[in-house]
């Protein structure tokens, strides 16, 4: 696929963060109390715990980009897919705490595309769009925004070094979806490619879960989920669904310190 300058100039900004002037409102405009960000998605937002150290979901970096009045509840999980989630229940939680004027983010795909998996497959361009139908609904019929972010691509080359696509039509699927029902899209699969390409086959691997014992070419370690929350939130600007005011050290370093890995419940 062929990459827009803007989504060179977003995927680099990501890597070595720059000055960026932020415009636009959101849509449901100032509120009183803090406005929650939901995130329904797979392993690759998750939040994860300490026996998973140093893998990282860049829904646990997100937190950092938003003002404390913009909540995130991560509800990503892994190994599901748009349909696991919402077979397992896990949507009809959110939808439960979900209120007026809240943000539904619905990332999914890798899981999706396992085919011979009855419980986690869909179909592009079918079960999927039908699937994240659910979500967007759901959230309409409370009140709440929904938002679509397409699938942050796995590190991929080929011979000549040159960064490639994972997820077959899935984003197209999800691309068409968003404008069929005018829902904003994040598409970070688009970015996380223009940024691996940007970034070449060595230097990918500082943000992949590449350890002495693990060559992960799909999950994040700190740096890689750090780039990709800041991407989401620079395309939550972008797209309005956030305001200016709601965001925040877009053009700052972030220690890799700040992640933490919690012990997981007994």
Do not use: C
Not at 219 to 246: C, K, Q, S, W, Y
Request: proline content about 6%; cysteine-free.
């Amino acid at each position: 696929m062929s990459l827009t300058r803007r989504q060179v100039t977003l995927a680099a900004m990501a890597a070595a963060p720059l000055a960026l002037a932020a415009t636009g409102t959101a849509h449901a405009g100032s509120a009183h109390r803090p406005r929650t960000l939901f995130i329904a998605g797979d392993s690759t937002a998750a939040q994860k715990h300490a026996d998973a150290a140093p893998e990282t979901g860049w829904g646990m970096a997100l937190p950092f980009f938003l003002h404390k009045d913009r909540p995130v509840s991560n509800h990503a999980v892994n190994g599901r897919s748009s349909k696991s989630f919402v077979d397992e229940g896990r949507l009809d939680v959110i939808l439960a705490a979900i209120r007026p004027g809240d943000f539904l983010l619905i990332q999914f795909a890798h899981n999706d595309e396992k085919v011979g998996d009855d419980t986690r497959y869909t179909e592009p361009w079918t079960t999927y769009q039908d699937y994240l139908r659910m979500y967007i609904d759901g959230a309409r019929a409370r009140g709440a925004w929904p938002v679509l972010a397409t699938p942050v691509e796995r590190r991929r080359f080929d011979a000549a070094g040159n960064a490639r696509p994972s997820h077959g039509e899935y984003p197209a699927a999800m691309r068409a979806l968003a404008e069929q029902e005018g829902v904003p899209l994040l598409d970070l699969q688009a970015l996380s490619l223009a940024l691996w390409q940007q970034l070449g086959v060595e230097e990918t691997k500082k943000y992949f879960n590449w350890t002495a014992t693990e060559q992960d070419n799909t999950h994040f370690n700190p740096p890689g989920a750090i780039a990709m929350a800041r991407l989401v939130a620079r395309e939550l600007l972008r797209t309005r669904v956030l305001a200016p005011h709601d965001v925040h050290r877009l053009d700052e370093v972030i220690p890799e310190s700040w992640i933490t890995w919690p012990e997981a419940a007994a």
